[in-house]
């Protein structure tokens, strides 16, 4: 298998139920998933369908019921929690609808941390060279030393782009990254992701509820009833 066809995620049969005050309801019912390197896959469904349940299983930030799943090819059931951290950090970036930026920090600031942490043997002259660089993609290089909490919801979103990219994952998990924004930054940021993960080469699983915005994936799956509609 050469690297264009290699798995990075392979799910099968995956299984997820959460108590219900004394019921037990299952969200994610025998759903099999998978995604190549450099694919981008959308995933559409009504509210309370599963998708954040799903893409919490899949980065391994919940654990399943039932099933297998793969990260190129290796099994991450039974790893620890920091291995599966650390593997994590380098494997998957997220964005979310809610940008969960740290308020009481500066962009550059929010940005530091996450490259930091993910690059323990860089020196303060490359971290910061590699922040400037990711500011510059997100078009944010004049607001490095603002407050988060003074942006627009577009530009917050684009820090949290920069956040997800910085320590160069080889996927994206994008839910709903336009929920909280108009009509017009929805269009800028979801074409700003787009360039950015074709650009770097990223695969890309995004969550939305427009279906516009999914036509732009390589492909479109549809969560009902715990699985994938044909
Ligand atoms: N930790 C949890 N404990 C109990 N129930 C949960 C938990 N997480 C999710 N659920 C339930 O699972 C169902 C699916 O939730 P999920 O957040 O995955 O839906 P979603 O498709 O992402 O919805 P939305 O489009 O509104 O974001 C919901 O009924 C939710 O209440
Ligand atoms: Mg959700």
């Given at each position: 298998m050469n690297s264009q066809n290699e798995s990075l995620i392979s799910g099968k049969g995956l299984w997820k139920s959460f108590q219900s005050g004394d019921d037990e309801v299952s969200i994610i019912k025998g759903l099999d998933f998978s995604l190549a390197q450099g694919e981008s896959i959308s995933i559409m469904g009504d509210s309370g369908s599963g998708k954040s349940t799903l893409l919490n299983l899949l980065s391994g930030l919940d654990c399943l019921d039932k099933g297998t799943l793969k990260w190129k090819e290796r099994?991450?059931?039974?790893?620890s929690t920091s291995t599966l951290s650390s593997m994590r950090r380098s494997f998957i970036g997220f964005v979310f609808q809610s940008f969960y930026?740290?308020?009481?920090?500066?962009v550059y600031e929010n940005l530091y941390l996450s490259a930091k942490i993910g690059y323990k043997d860089m020196n303060q002259d490359e971290i910061h060279a590699r922040i400037s660089e990711y500011l510059e993609k997100v078009h944010l290089k004049d607001r490095?030393?603002?407050?988060?909490?003074?942006?627009?919801g577009g530009e917050k979103q684009r820090v949290a782009i920069a956040r997800a990219l910085i320590n160069d994952p080889l996927i994206i998990f994008a839910d709903e990254?336009?929920?909280?924004?108009?009509d017009r930054s929805s269009k800028e940021i979801l074409e700003l992701l787009l360039s950015l993960v074709e650009m770097e080469e990223k695969s890309l699983v995004l969550v939305t509820h427009n279906p516009n915005f999914a036509q732009h994936t390589d492909k479109q799956l549809y969560l009902k009833n715990g699985t994938f509609e044909d």
């Open positions: 099994s991450i059931e039974n790893l930026l740290v308020p009481d920090l500066t490095e030393q603002h407050s988060v909490v003074t942006l627009s990254p336009t929920g909280n924004l108009d």
